[in-house]
């Protein structure tokens, strides 16, 4: 008796935190952005830029008047951006196992950005930097007015089923929209891996990515449902969740973790060719992809500014997979700039549990249409920055990239991180993996309307 009323005391916090993260982050998430048509907006390597001119039609002499209005790229950023797996709070879903959660709000953030650029690298993966999700234009307006009166709603109704002592789904509970997409005969391969991989994080004990899969990895650096997760310390456990992951298609990718702030390439190398030999062969197969995650530290209590042109240089690069980072206490999958504001991807929307285990399930929660900015300056100095390197010969390609964009962190005395030759066991190199990030030393200086965004 005493086990089951503390169960229901649990379910109605989780109930309450839900609701009450719903009322605090609500009017942020849908409030507008405002974007300058002047300055041009990079998202994962992608430029964008919103400032229509006029454009001589065949590069001609011709009279002003047969000049062409080209309008900027608007519609083309807001597809792409709408396009990336977007991964918040749930609540509703299996209890964790040893305790009686079944929501992640309020602590669950910084995994929700890991699983972020997981997905995107996923989806570079299986279906390339240029694809776009044909329905992202099509995704409902995020309503400030009728979402915050939702969750005012479900705050209601929780107490109320918890003084009943009853389970019953709450009229309007859904944060989006559940139409969904029907499931048809005739689905494309891209859209079917779009699924696939979607289905990966859903949130249930069996789905390969998903927060019960993540929570499970955590234990073995001491964490445990409930707790906060560091940048480095998501790092760690992404690269155990996909070592362990039982899908076939997912034999195809690894992740490798740098060490103290130093990508060896020698082990980069080895991670690609992880495979085994072919029968009757010696060589190994160089056909696996790797996702290189590098947890650093971008200053001491306080971002250091001079990292700016660093981190816009990373978020440049077509094989960068964003950064896992945010304020203090509030994580953010950050995946592109513009001036000296960082655009981003907010996980601490509470969003209601979706069954991922049918085929036609809703996909519409599970993708953003309103991307948000922050000051650079207000960032949280631990992050982790991810990189997609699909071979050897990209790997050879994006060490040279890199280490023209690390020169821009030179100037700061200490580079952001550096690539090694070798490996790192040939450095005696060994550090426990729990710890929370890599300290540095004293010495590092302490550093200083189109739809849901309107454009100046």
Not at 39 to 68: I, N, Q, R
């Amino acid at each position: 008796m005493e086990n089951k009323d503390k169960d229901e005391v649990d379910k109605l916090k989780t109930r309450l935190m839900s609701a009450w993260n719903n009322v605090k982050y609500s009017w942020v998430l849908k409030s507008k952005t405002y974007f300058s048509r002047n300055s041009p907006v990079f998202l994962l390597g992608k430029c964008y830029h919103f400032k229509a001119f006029k454009y001589p039609p065949f590069m001609s002499l011709t009279a002003p008047s047969d000049y062409e209005l080209v309008a900027g790229n608007v519609e083309a950023f807001r597809q792409d951006f709408a396009s990336r797996v977007w991964l918040t709070y749930r609540e509703e879903f299996p209890a964790l196992r040893g305790s009686g959660l079944t929501s992640d709000c309020g602590w669950g953030c910084t995994l929700r950005a890991g699983q972020m650029m997981l997905a995107q690298a996923l989806l570079l993966h299986f279906l390339g930097r240029d694809w776009t999700w044909t329905d992202a234009l099509s995704l409902p307006t995020l309503d400030t007015e009728s979402w915050t009166s939702n969750a005012a709603k479900k705050l209601v109704a929780s107490l109320e089923s918890s003084l009943q002592g009853e389970r019953h789904a709450v009229a309007g509970a859904t944060s989006m929209t559940q139409t969904g997409l029907a499931a048809e005969a005739s689905v494309t391969l891209p859209e079917a891996y779009h699924r696939k991989v979607v289905s990966w994080f859903g949130d249930l004990p069996s789905a390969q990515l998903g927060m019960h899969k993540l929570v499970e990895c955590g234990r073995s650096s001491g964490k445990q449902a409930g707790d906060w997760y560091g940048p480095a310390v998501v790092a760690h456990i992404l690269r155990k969740a996909v070592e362990e992951a039982a899908d076939p298609e997912l034999r195809g990718i690894t992740v490798y973790v740098a060490q103290d702030c130093t990508v060896y390439s020698g082990n980069v190398i080895d991670s690609h060719r992880g495979l085994p030999p072919r029968p009757g062969t010696t060589a190994h197969m160089d056909c696996r992809a790797v996702m290189i995650l590098i947890p650093i530290r971008l200053g001491g209590e306080k971002i250091n500014t001079e990292y700016l042109d660093f981190v816009k240089g990373i978020l440049s690069l077509e094989f960068c997979l964003g950064i896992i980072g945010g304020k203090p206490k509030q994580a953010y999958h950050f995946v592109g700039f513009q001036d000296d504001s960082l655009i981003y991807m907010d996980p601490h929307y509470c969003q209601s549990f979706v069954d991922v285990s049918t085929s036609d399930f809703p996909l519409e929660s599970y993708h953003c249409p309103s991307p948000k900015k922050m000051p650079f300056n207000k960032m949280d100095p631990s992050c982790t920055i991810g990189f997609y390197s699909r071979n050897v010969r990209d790997y050879e390609q994006i060490s040279e990239e890199l280490s023209k964009v690390l020169r821009l962190s030179a100037k700061e005395k200490y580079p952001a991180f550096t690539l090694m030759k070798g490996h790192g066991q040939d450095y005696d190199l060994s550090r426990p993996q729990s710890r929370e990030w890599p300290f540095l030393g004293e010495s590092r200086r302490t550093g200083a309307t189109s739809g849901d965004f309107v454009l100046l």
